[in-house]
C-alpha cells in the first residue's frame, strides 16, 4: 500500500467579511497517496478550487479563516506555518497548476524568463546557470523547438503550449505532490489528451502523487486512483476511482455521472420550413504577417480558405475543430467583423458587399453567445440594462414594451425577475450564460452564433443549456452556427457537421454520419481523443 503523501483532516474553510462570515467548506478529509492521482470532483462551488488553495495556503488571509482542520505534510501542520515557512513548501515540496494559463501567465515577460525566475529564486543559482535547466524544462513537457519557444511571450503560444509551460513552471523545482486544478477545461480534445498524457508519463518518471480537481468525469475515469466527490463543501462520496464508476452510492454522485449530453437535434416536425437561412459561398479571410516599407502586403497568413456551406431554417450546423483550424474565424467573417472574400447570402439578402449602414439595420437578426459569460457581460451594468441595451440601440419601442419582452424573454430562459437588477457577478457560471443568451434572445433572431458557449460549464450545467436551447429552438424556430470542441455537445444539438482543420472543412455531412462513421483520418482522430464517461 502506498504512503501518504498529503493528508487533510477535517478542514473547513470559510471567509469573513465585515461582520459577516460565511463557511464554504465544512470537515472535508482526504489523504492523496505517493504515485497515486486523487481525483476532487464536483460543480463549481463545490469547494474544490478552495480546498486546493488552503493546501498551498493561497487564499486571501485574514479575510478567509480556517475554524477547523489540519493538512499534515511530512509530519508538519501546514496551517500553522508562517508565510516564510511556507514559501519554499510552494514549488519545492508542492507543485500547483492553474486553471487558466492566459491569465496565471505574465503577458509582459517571455516564457523563459517566467520558468527562470522560479528557479532561480528557489534553487539560488543565476540567470545564465538557469538557462540550460529551462531548456530541458520546455523538452520535458514537449515543447516543440524549445530554443526558439524561450523567447515567446504568452500571446504567442497556442491553449496547449501554454498549459505545456505551466506544467514546466509547476516541475521546475522537482516537487513530489502537484495540484492541477482544472489543467485541460479551455483545451480541445486532442490537446487535452496530449496534456494529460504528458501529465501521467511526468508522474511515472517522477513518482507524483498529483491531485486532481475537475468537473470532467472523462478525465476523471482516464487519469484517476481514486476519486472524492464535492458538494455544496462537503465530501458525500469518496473511495477507488473504479467503485466510484460502477456503483456510486451518493445520489449526487449518480447524477455527476449520468449528467452527460444526451439526445438528438430537433426533428424535422419541430423545425423551421428547412429553406435556406444562411449561404456562404467560397469564403475565405487572409491576415497580413509582413509588409513592405511602403506598407505592401509582403506575407499573408490564410485563416480560411475557400469554405461554402448551408444552414437551414430552424437548423443547427455544428462546426468542430482544433484551436486555430479557423472556426471562429468563420463565425466573425460571417458576421463581417472581420474583412473576407466571398458570398454570404443571409435571409436572401447578400450581404456580403452591404454598405455599414444597412447591414448595421440586419445586426438584430444575426445574434452571437460567447464563450467566457464574465467577460462578454458588462461588470458595471445590471441584467435589466445588459439584456434591455440591444433594444435601445435596435428599435424604437417604448418602455412599457421593452419591459414586457424584458420579463418574457427572463421567464423563457429559466431566470426569476427578481434576477434582473443583479450584477453578473452575482451569478453561477450557467446563470450567466442564460444572461448572454437572454441578451442574444430579446431582439428575436433567425440566427445566433454561439461560440463555444458550454466549454466552461460543469457537467450538469452543460445539459441544462442544451435543454435550453434545444426548447428555444421548437418554440423559435431559431437557427443555430455551433461552435465546439465538445463532439457530445455537437452530437446533442446538431443536425449536420462541417469538420474544420487548418482554415479548410476537411468533412461535412449530418452529425450522425460524421460522428459515428467519419471518412477523413482527422476526424476519426478527434473522435478518438475524446474522453467517454
Known sequence: MSEVALDVVDLSTGFKQGTTATEVVSKVSFSLKGGRTLALVGESG???????????????????????????????????????????????????????????????????????????????????????????????????????????YPHELSGGQRQRVMIAIALANEPKILIADEPTTALDVTVQREVLELLKDLQQQRNLSLLLITHDLGVVKYMAHDVAVMQQGKIVEAGPAAEIFDSPKHPYTRQLIESTPKGDAVNGAERGDGKPLLQVDNLSVSFTTKTSVFGRSLAEFHALKNSSFSLRGGETLGIVGESGSGKSTLALAVLRLIKSSGKIVFDGIDISTLPERQLRAMRDKIQVVFQDPFASLSPRMTVREIIKEGLTIHTNLGLSEQERLLLKTIDEVGLDASSLDRYPHEFSGGQRQRIAIARALILEPKLIILDEPTSALDRAVQVQVIDLLRDLQKKRRLSYLFISHDLKV??????????????????EGSARSVMETPRESYTKALIAASFET
Open 490 to 507: 455537437i452530437k446533442a444539438l446538431s443536425h449536420n457537421v462541417i469538420v474544420m482543420k487548418d482554415g479548410e472543412i476537411v468533412e
Open 46 to 152: 463545490s469547494g474544490k478550487s478552495v480546498t486546493a488553495h488552503a493546501i498551498m495556503k493561497l487564499l486571501p488571509y485574514p479575510m478567509a479563516y480556517h475554524s477547523s482542520g489540519q493538512i499534515i505534510l511530512n509530519g508538519r501542520d501546514l496551517l500553522k506555518l508562517s508565510e516564510s515557512k511556507m514559501r519554499p513548501i510552494r514549488g519545492n515540496t508542492i507543485g500547483m497548476i492553474f486553471q487558466e494559463p492566459m491569465t496565471a501567465l505574465n503577458p509582459l515577460h517571455r516564457i523563459g524568463k517566467q520558468i527562470s525566475e522560479v528557479v532561480c529564486q528557489h534553487q539560488g543559482i543565476s540567470k545564465r546557470q538557469a538557462h540550460s535547466k529551462v531548456l530541458e524544462l520546455l523538452g520535458q513537457v514537449k515543447i516543440q523547438n524549445p530554443e526558439q519557444r524561450i523567447s515567446s
